[in-house]
């Protein structure tokens, strides 16, 4: 009845996987670092349609990169730019299951990508996740820590 009044069209739950390319990138005191580390995601979506041309897709991923792992969930609102081709923009809220000391354990970050569809169940996927949090606790040096990653992949829905 909830998304009956919404207008809510359709509803798709599905899984998630892919490669994900990470950097970690510091800045301390004027000297900046960047470190590369490749892993992978696997996760579980929902895709709640409103129109033809919009939907909502709320997502729950485990990351698992060296040192860096994590639970990342991305609220992202899908746009059709073309027939079979979606834009997808949202937030990405981050938790680092193995936090070293001195870093903060939740990641905000904004996601921006795109997704092709084979079908209407099987789809490859392209994303880009910029870090925004200041990861680094270390208030006396003014250091900065901040994570990116690309992530290409592949979906399957039900």
Do not use: C, W
């Not at 510091?26 to 900046?32: A, M, P, R, S």
């Not at 997808?88 to 001195?102: A, R």
């Not at 490859?124 to 925004?132: I, K, M, P, S, T």
Request: proline share 2%; aromatic share 12%; net charge negative.
């Amino acid at each position: 009845m909830f998304g009956g009044s919404l207008g809510l069209s359709a509803q798709q739950f599905g899984v998630r996987a892919g490669a994900e390319f990470a950097t970690a990138k510091v800045d301390f005191d004027g000297l900046k670092v960047s470190d590369n580390e490749t892993g992978f995601y696997i996760g579980v979506f929902g895709r709640l349609e409103i129109s033809e041309s919009f939907a909502i897709r709320p997502e729950v991923n485990y990351v698992g990169i060296k040192d860096l792992d994590q639970i990342q969930v991305p609220l992202l609102a899908e746009i059709s730019l073309m027939e079979k081709l979606r834009g997808q923009i949202g937030p990405n809220f981050g938790f680092i299951l193995n936090k070293e000391e001195g870093t903060k354990s939740m990641n905000l970050g904004a996601n921006l990508g795109l997704s092709y569809e084979f079908s209407q169940k099987f789809f490859v996927e392209a994303r880009y996740n910029l870090g925004l949090t200041n990861l680094s606790d270390d208030d006396t040096f003014d250091a900065s820590l901040k994570l990116n990653a690309f992530q290409v992949g592949l979906a399957y829905g039900f």
